[in-house]
């Protein structure tokens, strides 16, 4: 069965960091790009970050640049979203996701970011 | 950045009636290679997203063939033939032409 699980959401406060995880099995990890999509309570859902099969690319939305960083571990099957600088605004599900003909075709059930004092 | 606009943002159907959302982009999406790189997604209440339209027209595996995809460079549709029950929830259309990628804000759908 393909899958994969995200886990490390937590409640946080401002400034502070969290690293994300996702474990990825059922199917060949290093030949998708990998990506993290967020979603607001009761809002609509964001891009927030891609990685490359390697991991040699990545590319961020322009409210994350500097603060979150997506890497990936192929040897491992896992992804990665280490996030900085937290803000309230950041508060999300976050999702991991597969990429495959442009679109995401695997969801992860998300993990739950609340960034709160 | 590229716009996505869905309308409606709301939906009530009566079940075994067709249905349809449009979503139209503030440039083309239409790539070099021939294909407009446009999804449809439906997320159920409680539920992560699930990808029902790829490339504009490409059914994804396991969606029902009630579910159909049109559309090229600015503007797409998706059309449910005969609405059911469980077609309940928000659906939202994204490109994937460019980065960032972005998502419409996606349409309500509920059963009258």
């Known amino acids: ?117 | 950045d590229i716009v996505m606009t869905q309308s409606p943002l709301s939906l009530p159907v009566t079940p075994g009636e067709p249905a349809s959302i449009s979503c139209r982009s503030s440039q083309s999406l239409l790539h070099s290679n021939g294909y407009n790189y446009l999804a449809w997604y439906l997320q159920k209440a409680g539920q992560s997203p699930q990808l029902l339209v790829y490339l504009a027209s490409g059914r994804a595996s396991g969606v029902p063939d009630r579910f159909s995809g049109s559309g090229s460079g600015t503007d797409f549709t998706l059309k449910i033939s005969r609405v059911e029950a469980e077609d309940v929830g928000v659906y939202y259309c994204k490109q994937a032409l460019q980065t960032p990628v972005t998502f419409g804000q996606g349409t309500r759908l509920e059963i009258k």
């Open chain 1, 1 to 117: 069965e393909v899958r994969l699980v995200e886990s490390g959401g937590t409640l946080v406060q401002p400034g502070g960091s969290l690293r994300l995880s996702c474990a990825a099995s059922g199917f060949t990890f290093s030949s998708y790009w990998m990506t993290w999509v967020r979603q607001a309570p009761g809002k609509g859902l964001e891009w927030v970050a891609t990685s490359t099969l390697d991991g040699s690319e990545k590319y961020n939305v322009d409210s994350v640049k500097g603060r979150f960083t997506i890497s990936r571990d192929n040897a491992k099957n896992s992804l990665s979203l280490q996030l900085n600088s937290l803000r309230a605004e950041d508060s999300a599900v976050y999702y991991c996701v597969r990429r495959n003909n442009g679109s995401y075709d695997i969801w992860g059930q998300g993990t739950m970011v609340t960034v709160s004092s």
